[in-house]
């Protein structure tokens, strides 16, 4: 019987310093339906280089605006944090219609079939680090990205996983760097639910999921809903999964020289009811 795994975050390298190219922002956004934010999706940028229709479409980050809101966050009192908190997220935030708007023009633009899942509020664009920079790893999971070095996502490529794009990260002189960011694009739909006495609910507005009953109910993955891809997302949650046949390469000799990240084995999780899959309240 075929293992599936999960990525695990296990380090920091606190020398991997990335920055952006451009300050082009594709927005979180916020459902007033089901009073929720939209959620994190690790591994799912949108590294491409903007093109002028990209560019004419997305904000450019408020860096300025955004620095004064923390500003008064830092010199606020308890009382005051909430509101300020309120503030800047409703500043940073579009509504689900405006957001997959923008989404869908941006998948138009680069050809992105619409099982690559893209993450809300990331900046869009490649990523610069400096050229002194060599990474003393061949795998790093930041829990947010996972990056190769050059070395081995080569090799990574020639080894015929699927589910994974790369793209280099580059100098600030615009050369590539020892680095590559990988990019996620398998999927898997929603897991199984094991339990009995629950449901799956989908909001109308956001299209996000969320599971309902009276009390704690168990999913475990769903192998019929998988599109087969080796490294993959799983419908409502944030991580990297990956199949045996990636596991067992990135443990072979050559790939396994440092890697900063764990692999556990996937089985059946525990769900509290009035919970999204991330383990957020649901209002």
């Known amino acids: 019987m075929e293992q599936w795994y999960v990525l695990v975050e296990v380090d920091v390298d606190w020398k991997f310093l990335v920055k952006h190219k451009e300050s082009l922002y594709l927005p979180q956004f916020y459902c007033s339906s089901c009073n929720q934010y939209s959620r994190y999706i690790a591994a799912a940028r949108v590294p491409e280089p903007p093109v ?101 996502g080569e090799k990574l490529l020639e080894s015929g996983l699927t589910g994974i794009m790369l793209f280099p990260v580059y100098t600030h002189s615009g050369k590539p760097s020892e680095v590559y960011e990988a990019v996620v694009t398998g999927y898997c739909g929603l897991p199984s639910l094991v339990s009995s006495g629950g449901d799956f609910f989908q909001c109308e507005v956001c299209r996000q999921w969320y599971l309902r009953g009276d009390h704690p109910l168990k999913v475990r993955f769903n192998p019929s809903v998988w599109d087969g891809s080796d490294f993959f997302h799983v419908e409502g949650s944030s991580a990297i999964y990956m199949s045996e046949y990636a596991y067992e390469v990135l443990h072979t000799p050559y790939f396994f020289v440092e890697v900063w990240a764990d692999f556990e084995e996937m089985e059946g999780a525990w769900i509290y009811p009035d919970f999204d899959l991330e383990g957020n309240v649901f209002s």
């Open 52 to 152: 002028e229709e990209v560019r004419e479409l997305l904000p450019t980050l408020p860096v300025e605006l955004h620095r004064e809101m923390l500003e008064q966050l830092f010199s606020a009192n308890y009382t005051q944090v909430t509101d300020i908190v309120k503030q800047i997220e409703t500043m940073m935030n579009v509504s689900p219609d405006q957001f997959f708007a923008m989404e869908q023009a941006i998948r138009q633009v680069y050809q992105m079939p619409s099982s690559r899942l893209i993450c809300p509020g990331q900046v869009v664009g490649p990523l610069l680090v400096s050229a002194r920079f060599k990474p003393q790893w061949d795998v790093l999971y930041t829990g947010g990205g996972l990056y190769f070095s050059r070395r081995v």
